[in-house]
């Protein structure tokens, strides 16, 4: 079982929609979540990191559910810059590195 | 006034060579990293390294050796490449090991190298 599932999408939508889309981990001793994006043929970058109380960045709600092991994203009001793929990243207690998932591909149209 | 930065950023070579790609960050970052991206967009840590100390040896072939000369510098070679290597290369630097404490999450990635073998 992968550590970190997400959904591939693509999720097309048009300007102004609303689009969510979740990620599942596997490791219970997960302790810190993050969304990253990744445009077509770019590097990744943080977009926000996910708190336990949850929170917002601007038009970006980010979600955490312990119990269930899972992270959510919602974007609203949706733009045709926020086309790109979300990867969902995940820090395991006392691991070294981040486990990434393999990103929901989000397309929103004119 | 690139934070972190690949050369080359496209790499085309035949099976059986021997291939370096070099990475250099001006963030004053201690750890940095090699990721491999496949096809299916999985990035996979490969290597870390914290001031110069290797940290994180995923199981990779023996046939990828990092190199950090300095904590700005992480050279990934590869030697007898195969076509299964063919993947996008990423560099990334962080201010320090992830610690939980918010200093090692954030990770600046580089451009990435596009390898390819034929």
């Known amino acids: 079982r992968k550590e970190v599932e997400q959904d591939p999408g693509p999720f097309n939508v048009p300007e102004g929609a609303t689009v969510a889309f979740n990620c599942t981990y596997s490791?219970?001793?997960?302790?810190?979540f993050f969304w990253y994006r990744q445009d077509c043929r770019k590097e990744p970058k943080l977009l926000m990191s996910?708190?336990?109380s949850g929170n917002e960045d601007g038009r970006f709600t980010a979600q955490l559910n312990r119990a269930s092991q899972y992270i959510s994203l919602l974007i609203r009001d949706s733009k045709l810059s926020d086309s790109a793929t979300y990867l969902c990243?995940?820090?395991?207690?006392?691991?070294?590195?981040?486990?990434f998932g393999a990103g929901t591909t989000v397309t929103v149209r004119a | 006034d690139t934070a972190v930065s690949q050369t080359p950023k496209y790499l085309v070579t035949q099976m059986g060579n021997d291939k370096s790609i070099k990475c250099e960050q001006n963030?004053?970052?201690?750890?940095m990293y090699w990721y491999k991206q496949d096809s299916k967009k999985f990035l996979k840590i490969m290597f870390s390294?914290?001031?110069?100390?290797?940290?994180i040896n995923e199981t990779v072939p023996n046939r990828f050796s990092p190199k950090s000369p300095d904590k700005a510098h992480l050279n990934l070679h590869i030697n007898s490449l195969e076509l299964g290597d063919s993947a996008v290369y990423f560099c990334?630097?962080?201010?320090?090991?992830?610690?939980?404490?918010?200093?090692?999450?954030?990770?600046?990635f580089g451009p990435g190298t596009r390898l390819l073998v034929l």
């Open positions: 490791n219970s001793a997960s302790q810190s």
């Open positions: 390294y914290n001031n110069k100390e290797l940290i």
């Open positions: 996910v708190y336990s």
């Open positions: 990243v995940v820090n395991a207690i006392n691991d070294y590195k981040l486990s």
């Open positions: 963030l004053g970052h201690d750890t």
């Open positions: 990334a630097s962080s201010q320090d090991l992830l610690s939980g404490q918010g200093l090692g999450e954030t990770q600046y």
